[in-house]
């Protein structure tokens, strides 16, 4: 089992530019998570999916973000524009249920310039 | 509001000694309680759960509802305890997992 499975590890990009995020959840874990992680702090939550559906995206800012999780499988974070603020690792998860174990990737680690 | 609370950005013990990482948390349900560990270059994983009751590499966490804390003991540290912390709160219905900002333990030869 290769676990959660993100890509790409690291992204540079200039403001404004468009980025994208790639998330493989373990094999039949219906619920997906993105966290973003600031440089000294926890995950935050951004967005969680029960199978398709996007359930709690309270803290998604939806001006620039965006998010898809087709067929309930893999599931893709995007930015358009970024910011110098959106410098920091995004982080996916999966777990089986809603309050159990979450499951982490590597993360994407992106820089802002 | 819910909300995790880790009290020590860094903790630095010498090895053989007790440790100690705190948490307290705020949510007005029935929570769950969770402490994630991250070595060195590895991904954020589990490394306890308070329903388990369980001791991993000698850790243990007792959830005291009273004090609404959960924290983190190991009674003799050891060097590859070095890690970063975090605890994490959950609860019933989806309610989704948070995180407090962590701890940094370093366990010092």
């Known amino acids: 089992e290769a676990g959660v499975v993100q890509s790409p590890r690291y992204k540079i990009i200039e403001k404004k530019q468009p980025v994208a995020f790639w998330c493989n959840p373990i094999s039949g874990h219906n619920t997906l998570y993105w966290y973003l992680q600031n440089l000294g702090q926890g995950p935050e939550l951004l967005i969680r999916y029960e199978n398709e559906e996007a359930v709690d995206d309270s803290q998604l800012p939806k001006d620039r973000f965006s998010a898809e999780r087709l067929k309930g499988v893999d599931s893709t974070l995007k930015i358009q524009p970024a910011e110098l603020g959106d410098s920091a690792v995004y982080l996916c998860?999966?777990?089986?249920?809603?309050?159990?174990?979450?499951?982490f990737g590597e993360g994407s680690r992106l820089t802002v310039l | 509001a819910q909300r995790v609370t880790q009290p020590e950005k860094l903790l630095s013990v010498f090895k053989g000694a007790p440790v100690e990482l705190k948490c307290n948390y705020s949510y007005s349900g029935s929570p769950e309680l969770f402490w994630y560990v991250q070595y060195s270059r590895q991904r954020l994983q589990l490394l306890l759960r308070h329903i388990s009751r369980e001791s991993i590499k000698g850790f243990t966490a007792d959830l005291n509802k009273g004090e609404t804390s959960f924290h983190l003991k190991k009674p003799f540290a050891q060097e590859e305890d070095s890690a970063m912390y975090y605890c994490?709160?959950?609860?019933?219905?989806?309610?989704?997992?948070?995180f407090g900002a962590g701890t940094r333990l370093f366990v010092k030869a």
């Open positions: 994490a709160l959950s609860g019933t219905g989806g309610f989704k997992t948070i």
């Open positions: 998860a999966s777990s089986l249920d809603r309050a159990g174990e979450l499951f």
